[in-house]
């Protein structure tokens, strides 16, 4: 079993930064890839970013692309989500999920799921 726990979601100005967080327990993290997605209220949950096993590849959501960036550090089981230059349409609650394998782009194809930190960005 995975667990995921996100952190560092809050308040921040449009054009400003944050870095989200998400550790995971267990001792596979290495297996398996990783994904951001997001969900802002009366809409749903959208795919944010993704990056493989080992880190060497990463895909993004047009919406994000060149602002945000995913990375991981296996050693220390935790993925990361940077966010440069957040809009107020950026504000959500943010969930990072686990899959075994690679490629994923479907919050279905994810098995494991964090709570969510909630992300918002004011104008």
């Known amino acids: 079993q995975v667990q995921l726990a996100e952190s560092g979601g809050g308040l921040v100005q449009a054009g400003g930064s944050l870095r989200l967080s998400c550790a995971a327990s267990?001792?596979?993290?290495?297996?398996?890839?990783m994904g951001w997605f997001r969900q802002a209220p009366g809409k749903d949950r959208e795919f944010v970013a993704r990056?493989?096993?080992?880190?060497?590849?990463?895909y993004y959501a047009d919406s994000v692309k060149g602002r945000f960036t995913i990375s991981r550090d296996n050693a220390k089981n935790t993925v990361y989500l940077q966010m440069n230059s957040p809009k107020p349409e950026d504000t959500a609650v943010y969930y990072c999920?686990?899959?075994w394998g690679d490629g994923y782009y479907y919050s279905y194809e994810y098995e494991f799921w964090g709570q969510g930190t909630q992300v918002t960005v004011s104008s």
């Open positions: 267990g001792r596979s993290f290495s297996s398996l890839s």
């Open positions: 999920a686990a899959a």
């Open positions: 990056i493989s096993r080992g880190g060497g590849s990463t």
